[in-house]
Structure formats: C-alpha cells, structure tokens
C-alpha cells in the first residue's frame, strides 16, 4: 500500500512539474509572439490611418498600407489576409470625404463607404476564409452586471462634464452643422448615432479583432484605439479631442474583450453620443436646453 501511494505521489509530483512547464512554455510563447515581426506591419497599418485621416495625405497612406502588406506576405499568410481585411476598409473609408455635412448626398456616399468598410471584411470572413474571424455578437445571452449598468450611468455623467466644455469652448461644435428645423435635427440624430454604431462595428469588432489574433490584447488595442482617434479627427473632433477619445478607445475594446458584447459598447457609445447630440444643439441654438456647463 505505502509503494502504491508512493508511486501514486510521485505520479503527481510529475504531472504538476508538466503543467507548470506547459504553462511557463505557454507564456514564453506569448511574449515571444508579442514581439515577433507581425507587430511591425500592423503599426504600419495603424500608422497609414493617421497618414490618410489626420494627414490627409492618400497616395502615403496608401502607400503604408502596401508596404504593411509586402511585410505582411513575408512573414506569415494568415497575418496578410487579416491586414488585408483591414485595409479595405480604411481605403474604402480613404476614398470619400469624411466629414459631418448631412446632406441626403454626402450622407449617401459616406454611408456607402461605411458599409463597405465593415462588409467586405465581414463578407470575406464569413464566406471566402470560412473562419468567421469578424463577428458581431449582439445576444451573448449574459445578462449585464451591476458594475456594467452604472458605468451606462457614468457615461451620461462623464460625457455631461466632459463635452460641453470641448465643444463650445474650443468652437468645434462649428464643425458640425447648425440645425433648427425638425429635418436637420432628425438627420443630425440619425447621423451622429449611425457614425457610433458603425465606430464599433468597424474599430472594435474588425479592427481589433483581426489584429488581436496576431499579437497581445494591449498591443491590439493600442493599434486600433490610433486608427479610432484619427478616423475621429479627421471628422471634426480636433482641439484636445485625442486626449478623452484615445482613452475612451482603449477602454471600448477593453469592455468588449470582458464582455464580448457588441450591444454593450454599443450603448456605451450611444448614451455618450446623446450628450454630443444635445450639446451641439445646444451650442448652435443658445436658448435650447440651456442645462451644460461650461
């Protein structure tokens, strides 16, 4: 009995020197990934965003996102394909003026440019590799924590002390349209809340989701949160605006990571975009909800 207990102690003692190995190679694993060659042409890629959004400069841009993709091609097959994806989408966005006039024509183009930018990674996904890499998880059947529900609240708060600030002391909000008349606001509402849907849709569940299958979680976010921001400038939100929106790009992905919920940070954008709503409202029309302070 003591040989068999013995051996069976020995056994274990083995089995747990395995594990621990296992796991130690598992990390190293990890940090080797991390700083591996895919993180060079993925802060091209990233890189390129800036160049073509804050920049402005296509021909550069494009010409990043080709040389990201030339790396890519040497280095490993599935980062090519996942880079390329991206890509579509930033030259689809590149090729249309990015502004927030809300016109039924720009509104159109730019739309069209918006649903391109998401369809053609997502239909390639799908249907062509087969891997189904960019999804878009809306019912995860978990229902949303205590601490998931106020941070809804601590949005508004946030977004309440935050934006009426930036927008009207900076002036930006003139980068927005000045509507009075029941159309323009509808067509101001329907832009600035497609425009979050679609930030999500794009930034968060392709962006960082294809780059996160090739290096860590920190290093993905970090990519995606500069493509996030420039996209963001070269809309209209300049002055200080990098220094909340890169943050809040961070966190977005942060979130959908935990919760693997589009619907969530969908909200989250949403009640945050409401207060920019009413703001820039307000701030065109003085006497209307006269409750921001600034």
């Keep these: 009995m003591d040989d ?11 089995q747990g020197r395995q594990l621990r190995a296992g796991g130690g190679l598992e990390r190293r694993t990890e940090t080797r990934h991390g700083s591996s060659l895919e993180l060079i ?9 800036f160049v073509l959004f804050v920049l402005e400069q296509r021909l550069a841009g494009w010409s990043l996102l080709a040389a ?4 890519a091609a040497l280095i490993d097959g599935s980062l090519l394909r996942d880079l390329a994806l991206i890509a579509a989408g930033l030259v689809a966005m ?14 159109l183009v730019m739309g069209s440019a918006m649903i391109l930018a998401v369809g053609i990674p997502y239909s390639l996904s799908r249907f062509v590799f087969k891997d189904r890499a960019v999804r878009f998880p809306v019912r995860t059947g978990q229902t949303w924590t205590r601490a998931e529900k106020w941070y809804l609240v601590a949005v508004v708060v946030m977004g309440y002390a935050l934006l009426p600030a930036y927008m009207i002391n900076t002036g930006v909000y003139r980068n927005w349209p000045a509507v009075s008349d029941p159309e323009g606001i509808s067509r101001l509402f329907l832009g600035t809340n497609v425009l979050g849907i679609w930030d999500e849709l794009f930034f968060i569940c392709t962006v960082f989701v294809l780059l996160r299958r090739h290096l860590p979680v920190a290093q ?4 995606q949160a500069v493509l996030f921001t420039s996209f963001l400038w070269e809309l209209g939100f300049h002055a200080w605006a990098p220094w909340f ?21 969908v909200c ?23 409750v921001f302070i600034y």
């Design 268 to 290: 989250v954008h949403l009640l945050f975009d409401l207060v920019l709503f009413l703001v820039l409202i307000h701030a065109h029309n003085r006497a209307w909800i006269d």
């Design 245 to 265: 929106i890169f943050p809040f790009a961070l966190v977005q992905a942060f979130i959908f990571t935990r919760t693997k919920s589009l619907a969530y940070i």
């Design 4 to 14: 068999r207990l013995q051996s069976r102690a020995w056994s274990l003692q083995r």
């Design 94 to 107: 590149s090729l249309v003026p990015i502004t927030t006039d809300i016109s039924t024509e720009h509104m």
């Design 41 to 49: 042409p993925s802060a091209l890629v990233s890189v390129s965003g």
């Design 220 to 223: 993905a976010n970090v990519l």
């Design 68 to 71: 990201s993709l030339l790396l």
